[in-house]
């Protein structure tokens, strides 16, 4: 394993890469595109993309590993050149890179019965009343899965070739007719999500990992085929699998990917269901210390504190995860979304930390973003001087956030998305139906983050004691200073960073801004719909937004100055020096986290020295069981030290390998804009 990890991390395999271009037939005037998609022609390109992949795509084997599938076609392009987007951009909205992303499939039912289980439901949805309008469609399934038999034969046969006739024989048959072991399982898993990424999405989840392949590990260990070493190894390679392609998956930033898999939580009865390779997943991850795939873990108020302990010596490895979800809040809040509760039992995380149902969701999660602090400030440039109680500034503030949410919402209206035929194979209903999953699915809820949920309610705190108790400042000079960025010689700047309260020092009198927002944003989504018949939905995370809402922003009310970012997701200010995890985790569960439940951590940063011997870890366990037990929704941890960092941004050879977690996914640091690697810095110098 540790060759094989050292060849991968070294791009040995990259040896096999080749550039190459599909040629996209038959491309579209701005004036065609309409017609086109009537014609079911980007469907066509779609399939005939994926098929030109699997054709052009050439077996490659890393020396020592039993897992095959590697990407050796670098083709980026999308199935639209630039005019045709621009057109399609001018008639929809498209979601990111207008893909499908951000889910989880369900790979259960080819892991089980190969690809002719779906090949057999396409034949008898043919047979179904309308099937003959859709047998285009059915054609197209049957087209990929033929050009998938095609592509893994050349995999069997080479591998007959290199001397590996048994590998050869299980890989034909799993791929036809299902998997039989829990090595064949994982073989079959990772061609299944390869093809995802082939195909063109991205940011596509593995799931309950431990619970969907859990059968095939306990039928081995039953039947004597398999020791629990082996099946620890075969974790462990398939975990190194999935970092060696990477490099070519798209994300904001390289690391974010959205290699995502959930651990632990409860079954559709309600009963706990971590299990042994949940526990093999923990230490997997920690012995590899790779940044995919990024591990969740579901846990609750029972959940043990031997269990919080192993979770954190994973902390402890400086990877940035376990990251942990607390179903005692996320599957009542996915229930009084309309969530079935078989379904909320079953959640997981789509990318980051948006919770997305396996198979069943076609949500977009993390849709648009709605800036605390914008609407702060808006509100003190356009009413401060009118308003002449903090009530009735509230009130106004009330009406900007419903003016803001109404504009979000517009204009998300008509949303358009490139069709995914084979990843429609793995979704619940699209292949009885002949229905592309970009058209929806079972759910097919948005997500709507909320970001500078700190900033924003140290700002109310500042304006309701000092403007309108206290009367330190006037309504000029306060929005002169926010316009100019404080001057340095005012006495408010002092009050407000160095001085007042802040979220996060565990005080109710700052607390109850942050709870009142929340509120407030819950409020105003509650009961909206979307185009296609789903709900929106809000949460704490702040995804790139921290980022790009504060460069928009310039200064706040609190004394953040301009220049100076948000939090990541639901956190204290950058510039707050808090009192300690206790105090924060106090006022970031006092929020009613079951209504902005869509996704979004409270993220702390602690000195990595806090995990030095036995007792820092049952310490750390401890503060994440009372979080839970706290009724915190959502936690990350990271184990971060400033000094370290600073050397790395210095000498980025020397740190090759230096993993941190960014916003709700975790990186190479050296390999992060210099933004982001700033920001972990700054956070990094506020540590607890």
């Known amino acids: 394993m540790k060759q094989i990890k050292k060849y991968i991390l070294n791009k040995k395999h990259a040896k096999f890469r080749k550039n190459k271009d599909w040629d996209r037939s038959g491309e579209l005037t701005e ?57 399609l951009r001018n008639q929809y909205y498209l979601h990111e890179k207008g893909h499908v992303c951000n889910i989880s499939p369900d790979y259960s039912e080819v892991l089980a019965g190969g690809f002719e289980s779906i090949e057999k439901k396409i034949q008898k949805a043919k047979t179904e009343p309308g099937g003959s309008d859709k047998e285009e469609y059915a054609d197209i399934l049957s087209e990929i899965i033929r050009s998938i038999y095609s592509f893994t034969e050349k995999y069997a046969e080479a591998l007959e070739e290199d001397g590996r006739k048994g590998k050869a024989a299980s890989l034909r048959r799993s791929v036809h007719t299902g998997a039989e072991s829990f090595p064949e399982a994982l073989q079959l898993l990772r061609l299944l999500h390869y093809l995802a990424w082939l195909e063109g999405e991205y940011h596509i989840g593995l799931g309950r990992f431990d619970q969907y392949l859990y059968p095939y590990y306990k039928e081995d260990l039953e039947k004597g085929r398999l020791m629990n070493e082996e099946a620890f190894s075969c974790i462990e390679e398939f975990f190194l699998a999935c970092n060696i392609d990477n490099d070519l998956y798209p994300g904001v930033q390289q690391g974010d990917n959205g290699q995502s898999l959930m651990l632990g939580g409860v079954d559709k009865d309600g009963k706990d269901c971590f299990n042994e390779l949940s526990e093999m997943c923990l230490r997997a991850s920690r012995e590899l210390k790779l940044i995919d795939p990024k591990i969740n873990l579901r846990v609750n108020q029972d959940t043990g504190i031997k ?99 109404d504009d979000i919402t517009k204009r998300l209206e008509p949303i358009f998305m490139y069709p995914a035929p084979y990843l429609s194979m793995l979704m619940y209903g699209c292949t009885e139906e002949l229905k592309d999953i970009s058209q929806g699915c079972v759910y097919n809820n948005y997500g709507l983050h909320g970001t500078g949920i700190s900033c924003a309610a140290d700002s109310l705190y500042a304006l309701e004691m000092y403007y309108f108790t206290e009367k330190k ?41 942050g709870v009142w927002l929340l509120d407030a944003f819950a409020d105003e989504v509650a009961g909206r719909k979307n185009e296609r018949g789903g709900i929106y939905r809000a949460g704490t995370g ?127 640091f050296v390999e992060l804009d210099k933004v982001y690697q700033d920001h972990l810095i700054r956070r990094a110098e506020y540590t607890v």
């Not at 699997?54 to 084997?61: I, M, T």
């Not at 789509?350 to 800036?371: L, T």
């Not at 605390?372 to 401060?384: A, M």
Request: one cysteine or more.
């Open 542 to 668: 702040s995804a790139m937004y921290y980022i790009r809402h504060a460069e928009e922003l310039g200064a706040s009310p609190d004394g953040r100055r301009k220049g100076e970012y948000f939090p990541a997701n639901f956190s204290p200010g950058l510039s707050v020096k808090t009192k300690g995890p206790l105090s924060v985790i106090k006022s970031f569960t006092a929020p009613n986290l079951e209504r902005v439940a869509n996704g979004g951590p409270l993220t702390l940063e602690f000195h990595d020295s806090v995990f030095r011997g036995e007792e820092g870890i049952q310490k750390v366990a401890s503060l994440v069981q009372m979080f839970i037990k706290n009724k915190g929704h959502q936690l990350q941890l990271n184990a971060i030290n400033a000094e370290t960092l600073k050397d790395a941004q210095r000498h980025p050879e020397n740190y090759r390998n230096l993993i941190v977690r960014v916003w709700g996914w975790s990186a190479y």
């Open 307 to 405: 269990q919080y302990e192993e979770s954190t010596r994973l902390t402890k490895a400086g990877l940035g995860f376990p990251q942990y979800s607390n179903d005692d809040v996320v599957i009542p809040a996915l229930t009084r979304w309309g969530y079935q509760l078989e379904d909320a039992r079953n959640y997981t995380v789509a990318a980051c930390w948006e919770f997305i149902i396996p198979g069943k969701g076609m949500d977009i999660p993390n849709i648009e973003a709605v800036s605390f602090p914008k609407i702060v400030n808006r509100c003190v440039e356009k009413y401060l001087k009118e308003t002449d109680s903090f009530g009735a500034f509230k009130e106004k503030l009330l009406e900007e956030l419903k003016a803001e949410v």
């Open 473 to 513: 400042i006037t309504a000029e000079e306060l929005i002169g200073a926010v316009r100019d960025d404080f001057p340095e010689d005012l006495p408010y700047l002092k009050l407000v960073r160095d001085e007042m309260p802040h979220m996060g020092d565990g005080n109710p009198a700052v607390d109850k801004y």
């Open 31 to 87: 004036s065609q595109v309409n017609t086109a998609l009537g014609s079911h022609e980007l469907l066509l390109r779609k399939k005939n993309r994926l098929i030109w992949m699997l054709e052009q795509e050439q077996p490659a084997f890393i020396p020592g590993m039993d897992l095959v599938f590697m990407r050796t076609i670098v083709e980026n392009s999308c199935i639209v050149n630039t005019n045709e987007e621009k057109a």
